[in-house]
């Protein structure tokens, strides 16, 4: 059972991140096309944050309701129907209200395969998360290498996202069939309450009141995910106008340096379940954050297109193990169900991976793109003084099987 909803939400991982990132190379052409300025462009980005917050503060419910099984297939589904619009929008406002609808799908399945990932983690009884996450990396990478190919060979922009959008329709329905049934969505509890918590877990599963202890610790799991996901959104939406426009590179370079932050992941990711074993969260976060600010800082610095790209390549490297680290402490916090956990912390993240953009977009208008990517840097720092609430994830063997 659990060998089959192993692979099927390996599938739902690899989906979503080709549906996060089959447009992102193609910005520079869809910026030029419409004739957008960084700053309207910034606006333009604003449209998948929106998305994503009225998306997440609906997941608990509706996967308490519908499944974390439909709703991941039906999320795939739209997030990819929304490539279509994206690809043909005409104007500043079409633009905004496709990724209006890629943000809501996006935000809304990734809450749900992250419940069934924790389930399946559970079924396994050994840490799953992070290889799971490296498949979410392998996509960007594809998306990312793709659309390198696409934009070199000239392919126009609308063929490029429509013809992605019915591969990935296909792949998610006839991936995910495997995925847990609803049993999956009602977890035991990971470990017993501290003294004074009260139960979150009955009939209001999916917005039960967690423990004040446990709200805080969400609160901070929530703010690493941001301080990550800001600079992981930045280099899926800013890395190739940087070397494009700031860097003279060509369009085919240009898409290297996000393709760069996704192998590097993807490698991280993949090794991150034995070193997060070995060494614990606390000490890998910490280590991993100083790694990526002072990648991409030196990066920067250096003003040189390889250099640059080396840059991109290091902090995807060290933030590696953020996501699956905290979205699995989040679904193993005491008194509160997986589902609502990840959907509050994944609300907070996902303002960073697309609410961050843009705003880096508005302080490239005043200050210019190099000194607005040193933001990240700042805030993957902040992570060593964070990392130890991702201490709260149960140990593999603390964690009890899900429901069969």
Partial sequence: MFGRARLAVTVAFAAHGLLAAAWVVRIPQIKDHLGLSEGSLGVALLGAPVGVVLAVRLAGRIIARRGSRATTIAAGVAGAASLVPLGLAWNLGALIGALLLLGASLGLMDVAMNAQGVAVERGYGRPLMSGLHGWYSIGTLLAALVGSGVAYAGVPVPLHLSAAAVVLAVLIVAGCRGLLDRSADVLPEPRPHPPGEQDAVGDGAETGAAAPSSRWLLALLGIIGLCSFVGEGAMADWSAIYLRDHLGTGPGFAGL????????????????????????????????????ALGLGTGLAAGHPAAAVAGFTVFGLGVAVVAPVTFS?????????????????????YLGLLGGPPVIGFIAQGVGLQWALAVPVGLV???????????????PADRPAAPR
């Fill in 257 to 292: 340096g996000y393709a760069g932050c996704a192998i590097a992941m993807t490698a991280g990711r993949f090794a991150g379940d034995r070193v997060v074993a070995r060494f614990g969260p606390v000490p890998v976060l910490r280590a991993g954050s100083l790694i990526a």
């Fill in 329 to 349: 402490a989040a679904g193993n916090l005491p008194g509160v169900p997986a589902a609502a956990g990840i959907s509050r912390v994944t609300g907070v993240g």
């Fill in 381 to 395: 720092g902040l992570i060593v003084l964070l990392a130890p609430a991702t201490g709260t994830a149960a140990a």
